[in-house]
């Protein structure tokens, strides 16, 4: 079983990258950093500067080595539509699960 504190505290640190994550790329959206010749470079602080560095690791975002960055867009949407397939097939997983636990208990 699952410490609900944890769970919570897990959840709430998600929650608090993934706005920093918006925020950042909300930075780029605004500026139309799309490509290399629109590229900006932010100075971003705590949360904002861990997303930063996320989002270069995954490609989303995309140094050009002068401390100017710029959007992937196209790399946007293909992450964004992986993680709507691996949310899928997590909830098909914790939808086995329950299922497999009811038909033990009614045995």
Do not use: C
């Not at 629109?38 to 602080?45: E, H, K, S, T």
């Not at 539509?81 to 299922?99: E, K, R, T, Y």
């Amino acid at each position: 079983m699952v410490n609900p504190a944890i769970f919570a505290a897990g959840a709430t640190a998600n929650a608090a990258r993934r706005t920093a994550q918006q925020s950042v790329i909300a930075q780029f959206t605004a500026a139309k950093a799309f490509e290399p010749s629109g590229a900006i470079a932010i100075a971003p602080d705590g949360f904002e500067r861990d997303a930063l560095t996320e989002l270069v690791a995954l490609a989303i975002v995309r140094p050009l080595g002068d401390g100017r960055y710029y959007l992937d867009r196209e790399r946007q949407r293909e992450r964004a539509a992986q993680g709507g397939w691996i949310a899928l097939v997590i909830l098909l997983g914790a939808g086995s699960a329950v299922a497999s636990f009811i038909a033990l208990a009614a045995l």
